[in-house]
T-cell receptor, first 119, second 116 residues
């Protein structure tokens, strides 16, 4: 089974509007972390936001917020006030066993969503 | 944070040859990770590189094809051996810095290999 599922291969959004990128995950661990990365056409991977499984509040970082619904195992990324520079691939990722394993494990990535912001 | 430098940034290689990618980090890190990103695909973990011991490979990746060295806490190399066009990918080095539980991965800029 897929650990991380991103069902939207591509998304379009108008500049200045908000957009939600979907991510669902599958794990039997009680402690895990969820991450979102942005990959522009240049290829670099840019960390955006993190949500821990025990965090009660949704994570926010500037225009990025993570809509964490633990029971549904979803961790959707919300980008508010989209900008042209937001056009990129967005990857959801997970690290399992973040407490038991001292968080040393690598991340498992979803297939990504290509976001295009239109003027 | 961490600054990660990868060399080469890109290369065009002939089938059957091997290429070594270098990854240099500006701080000491316990573990380094090597990922592969095939064209239009997500990132797939190749192996975890531990300083002073053998790398741990993920399913589908073997040491003979992707030998890894980790001579110290700031440096690692990944060799792609006996390359074929299917090995054309971006290879990314990454490290985790900061909190063991919540630290994100920092990535190098990637090495884009094209195998003819």
């Amino acid at each position: 089974a897929q650990k991380i599922t991103q069902t939207q291969p591509g998304m379009f959004v108008q500049e200045k509007e908000a957009v939600t990128l979907d991510c669902t995950y599958d794990t039997s661990d009680q402690s895990y972390g969820l991450f979102w990365y942005k990959q522009p056409s240049s290829g670099e991977m840019i960390f955006l936001i993190y949500q821990g499984s025990y965090d009660e509040q949704n994570a926010t970082e500037g225009r990025y917020s993570l809509n964490f619904q633990k029971a549904r195992k979803s961790a959707n990324l919300v980008i508010s006030a989209s900008q042209l520079g937001d056009s990129a691939m967005y990857f959801c990722a997970m690290r399992e066993g973040i407490i038991e394993d001292t968080g040393r494990r690598a991340l498992t990535f979803g297939s990504g969503t290509r976001l295009q912001v239109q003027p | 944070s961490a600054v990660i430098s990868q060399k080469p940034s890109r290369d065009i290689c002939q089938r059957g040859t091997s290429l070594t990618i270098q990854c240099q980090v500006d701080s000491q890190v316990t573990m380094m990770f090597w990922y592969r990103q095939q064209p239009g695909q997500s990132l797939t973990l190749i192996a975890t590189a531990n300083q002073g011991s053998e790398a741990t490979y993920e399913s589908g990746f073997v040491i003979d094809k992707f030998p890894i060295s980790r001579p110290n806490l700031t440096f690692s190399t990944l060799t792609v051996s006996n390359m074929s066009p299917e090995d054309s990918s971006i290879y990314l080095c990454s490290v985790k810095v900061g909190s063991p539980n919540t630290g994100e991965l920092f990535f190098g800029e990637g090495s884009r290999l094209t195998v003819l």
